[in-house]
């Protein structure tokens, strides 16, 4: 299950999943939302239909806002009953909002950022990982998408960074919970990555795009595919190994 699958990494982690002989359910909002507090609107439904379209005997679709607790438990436990217990769930569903100082930053712009970043993570977890633990395999992935925002204070992103920092803590407070269970949880860290989450950044800054990977060491932007990939092998069998961390993907952010 990939929650925020409809673009960037969320649909380059679908593409990478179905590749390495995954089915999916690739989970995100309704068409044209706005939330208050974030930039621009969240990725339309047709690119999430687009998926299906393309895999159709191995990509089903749902579309649910990730701060909507009961919705998202109902389409995860629907879904459970037809295809039986997820097996990795991706919690992708981003968000970022900003553009002023933290300390003139509006409560609003606060709220959004937890509300998606961590809470919708949060609410995934809670719709999966019993489910996971009831599997006789007990072999479940958790992977929260995070971002080098929680180990590095951003220029007038202050509450994107806030939110970012408390989804590592949510990987970090699952994977004590999970001690000894089979079931894991992981993270995954980009830096600046062509995505749309990437372009509203650039928007709040009033810069181009490409300013934006001038701290990366590796000196250009990521593409979702390189973050799809390290997604991926923390769902694989392998990724039982990264339990409790949460892998830095910035390109060497900050060289």
Known sequence: MVTGAAGGIGSATVARLVADGWSVLAI??????QI???AGRLSPAAHLAALSNQWPDV???A???VRDATALESVVATHAERHGTPVAAVAVAGVVGGGQPLWLESPQTLTAMLEVNLLGAWHLSQAVIPAMLTAPERNGRFVVVVSTAAEHGLF???AYGISKAAAAGLVRGLA?????TGVTASGVSPGSTDTPMLAATADLYGVPAADLVARQGIRRVL???E?????????SPAGAALHGTVVEAGGGFGL
């Not at 995100?28 to 939302?33: K, Y």
């Not at 004590?176 to 000894?180: E, K, M, S």
Request: hydrophobic fraction near 50%.
């Open 223 to 225: 593409q979702p595919e």
């Open 156 to 158: 007038h992103l202050g």
């Open 227 to 235: 973050i799809a990939d390290l997604i991926a092998y923390a769902c």
């Open 176 to 180: 004590a919970d999970l001690v000894g």
């Open 63 to 65: 579309v649910v806002d």
């Open 36 to 38: 208050p507090g974030a």
């Open 59 to 61: 990509v089903t679709t």
């Open 28 to 33: 995100d909002a309704p068409v044209g939302l």
